[in-house]
């Protein structure tokens, strides 16, 4: 049993846990993390996205010793039929700057060196601790939490819950309802081996650049999901997610869903004769901005997948992590250092923080785009990369068919499309949700 008390726990090694137990103790408070896995990343072995101005405002020299693999200098966007792809690509030498923005990175490797300056920054951090409930006083105020380890409380002023999308302790303590089947998304990943010079050869990359791929259609069999490509420096983090309602009401299995990806004309060819040596799957929240819970009470706050921050529009996740917990942990130091007590009252100081930031204005800003693309999933997944495949080979197949039959057939394929699907409707929703 730990005698001491903490300033603060903090429940979870991930990004948001990292960054606000790494801003707590690098202000002088006591904190205690507290991670169920063998070692800070070892549940992580994904390839993931890291946006640098978000840990810059943590740590602002990480460039000097962050396991980083590359600087992604290109995005490529596909849509995706059976047999190709139609997309389009933006790469600019202007991402070769001294302080890229972007980079790919290793999570098992990242959240190790993230830890590390975490317990740098004088926090004391204990894994393989599994924390199974909350502890209350008389009043409901969370005084601390109760673990597997043998002894009782660990009294804390306040816990921050950095627990991930699928944590249940929130949900024990009734913090929070369990994440709708329809608001969380199951992503099952890939990890293929490469010489570090193939994958540059094949992506047209040298030194430490990076590319993203991203695609949508028919890979996803009429599902709400998106497929990707990350390029490591020796290795290719390839996976597909879709909603958890939508494999269930399908029955699809995750696993053939990334066969059939990893096998697509467009695809194989980036991971031929490549070793795959690790395989993962993880919950990603889909909800958006209505999906996100109470945030904040008497003597806790919760962060990161746990709340529901994740833009899925923009496929941003690591960001709004990153940026919850620091925030949770500034607002929790200037209560503490008003001396004022960890109630819901001064804990709200973290929502009007987070309100302010990007985190809560970019949730809003397409707080509908999730369920437009849910309710619509047939048409934005199946349809319509169909008809932009069949547009693009009759305007580039020569085959003595005369031109005006041609233009007739890809109108006349849209116009039932229209009528069928309601196609226009739909364009016009999105332009909207876009605003």
Known sequence: MIEEKFDAIVIGAGMSGNAAAYTMASRGMKVLQLER?????????????????????IIPDFREDAPLERHL????????????????????????????????IIRAQFDKWFSRKVREAGATVLCETTVTEL???????????????????????????????????????????????????LAVKEMHFLPEE????????????????EAAGTISRGMTG????????????????????????TMESPYALLDAFKNHPSVRPFIAGSEVKEYAAHLIPEGGYKAIPQLFGDGWVVVGDAAQLNNAVHREGSNLAMTSGRIAGEAIFQVKSRRDPMTKNNLALYKTMLDKSFVIKDLMKYKDMPALLHTNSGNFFMTYPQLMSQAAQNFMRVDGRPKIEKEKATTSAFIKARSRWGLVSDAVRLAFAWR
Request: charge should be negative.
């Open 198 to 213: 193939v994958i540059g050869e094949r992506f047209g990359l040298k030194g430490n650049e990076g590319c993203v791929i």
């Open 37 to 57: 896995g063998e070692y800070p990343g070892s549940k992580n072995v994904q390839g993931a996205i890291m946006y640098a101005d978000m840990l810059e405002k």
């Open 135 to 185: 502890a209350h006083d008389t009043r409901g105020q969370v005084i601390g939490v109760r673990t597997d380890r043998a002894g009782g409380v660990i009294f804390a002023d306040v816990v921050v819950l950095a627990e991930g999308v699928n944590g249940l302790l929130g949900t024990r303590a009734g913090l929070r309802e369990m994440p709708r089947p329809e608001a969380v998304a």
């Open 226 to 249: 998106l497929a990707f490509l990350y390029t490591n420096k020796e290795s290719i983090s390839l996976g597909i997610g879709c909603l958890v309602s939508d494999f269930a009401s």
């Open 73 to 104: 200098v290109e995005q490529r966007f596909w849509m995706l039929d059976d047999t190709s792809h139609t997309g389009m690509h933006y790469r600019s030498d202007d991402f070769n700057e001294a302080k890229p923005n972007r980079y790919t």
